[in-house]
Nanobody
Framework: QVQLVESGGGLVQAGGSLRLSCLASGSIFIFAMGWYRQAPGKERELVARITNGGRENYADSVKGRFTISRDNAKNTVYLQMNSLKPEDTAVYYC?????????WGQGTQVTVSS
């Protein structure tokens, strides 16, 4: 597995944008990469995922607003978040998945004010 470090979180007003980054300690070429989030009092949920072949999928709540991408040469995965809403407030976690084994980053806080 690789170690994952997220960055880019912060406080933003509703309607604003943020880009999260996740830097891996090694090559991510073989992994499906994802972003999950957990809001206070709620279960952790998948936000977006991108396979090692580049296929993307998104939670219905973020479709059309969020975009996941990966740069294998930089061992980095991104989450571009536009048109942010207060309900997007959560801790966002990066994941690296292979053969059913998932590694997690430590998370980065995103807070959207109304």
């Amino acid at each position: 597995q690789v170690q994952l470090v997220e960055s880019g979180g912060g406080l933003v007003q509703a309607g604003g944008s943020l880009r999260l980054s996740c830097l891996a300690s090694g090559s991510i070429f073989i992994f499906a990469m994802g972003w999950y989030r957990q809001a206070p009092g709620k279960e952790r949920e998948l936000v977006a995922r991108i396979t090692n072949g580049g296929r993307e999928n998104y939670a219905d709540s973020v479709k059309g607003r969020f975009t996941i991408s990966r740069d294998n040469a930089k061992n980095t995965v991104y989450l571009q978040m536009n048109s942010l809403k207060p309900e997007d407030t959560a801790v966002y976690y990066c994941t690296a998945e292979r053969f059913g084994v998932t590694g997690w980053g430590q998370g980065t806080q995103v807070t959207v004010s109304s």
